[in-house]
Each structure stands twice: as structure tokens, then as C-alpha cells.
């Protein structure tokens, strides 16, 4: 199982960015979804999380600018990140539940998953 972001880039303070990160492999199912963010000198926060029924919850400080969002057709997480600003600059992390199949066609419990990373640098 491998879960693949996409997306970040250099944009100016105002701007907007959408993150992609799209889960791949032997997947029985997803649970909750999610982004996180690591920033330099800090410590790995939590930015947005969406259950399988598409109920949302967002850090304080991008609530109303942030929508996160999936589509379980393609086992794809969405972070549409608007009004950016310079404290958003950071490396972002996917991170989903899995279930997967194993060889034996057994299925294992919830384990977490976590992508790459994609830098997110807001200039101002």
C-alpha cells in the first residue's frame, strides 16, 4: 500500500494551492483521511481530517480557508488551500487507514499510512 501526494509548489501570500495524495496497492478499505504539516524547527501538526462519510475537522488556524475532501471511487484525499499565507509554508503529509489484503487473501486491521511529503512554500 502506498499513498502518492501531489500538488505543492512556490506560491505568493493570497494564493491558492489544491493537494492531491491518492492511495494505491492491495486496499481492502479506507477509513479517516488526512493531512498534516511539518514546518522548519517545528513539530508535525495536524491540518485537516475527513471520515470515510466525508465529516471534516481543520486546525484553528486554517479553518475557513482550508477545505479538505475525497473521493472514495478513487481512494484520493483533496487539500484546497486558499488565502495563503506565510506561516502555511511547510512539508505536507498525507496519511490515511488502511485495511489491505494480504497474500492469503486475509484482510489486516486499521493501520496507518502515511505519504511522502509535498512542499508548500508561501512567499510573501
Known amino acids: 500500500v502506498q499513498l502518492q501526494a501531489s500538488g505543492g509548489g512556490l506560491v505568493q501570500a493570497g494564493g491558492s494551492l489544491t493537494l492531491s495524495c491518492a492511495a494505491s496497492g492491495s486496499i481492502f478499505e479506507i477509513h479517516n483521511m488526512g493531512w498534516y504539516r511539518q514546518a522548519p524547527g517545528k513539530q508535525r501538526e495536524v491540518v485537516a481530517s475527513?471520515?470515510?462519510?466525508?465529516?471534516?475537522n481543520y486546525a484553528g488556524s486554517v479553518k475557513g480557508r482550508f477545505t479538505i475532501s475525497r473521493d472514495n471511487a478513487k481512494n484520493t484525499v483533496y487539500l484546497q488551500m486558499n488565502h495563503l499565507k506565510p506561516e502555511d509554508t511547510a512539508v505536507y503529509y498525507c496519511t490515511a487507514q488502511i485495511r489491505r489484503y494480504y497474500d492469503d487473501s486475509s484482510v489486516g486491521p486499521p493501520r496507518d499510512h502515511w505519504g511522502q511529503g509535498t512542499q508548500v512554500t508561501v512567499s510573501s
Open positions: 475527513i471520515t470515510v462519510g466525508g465529516i471534516t
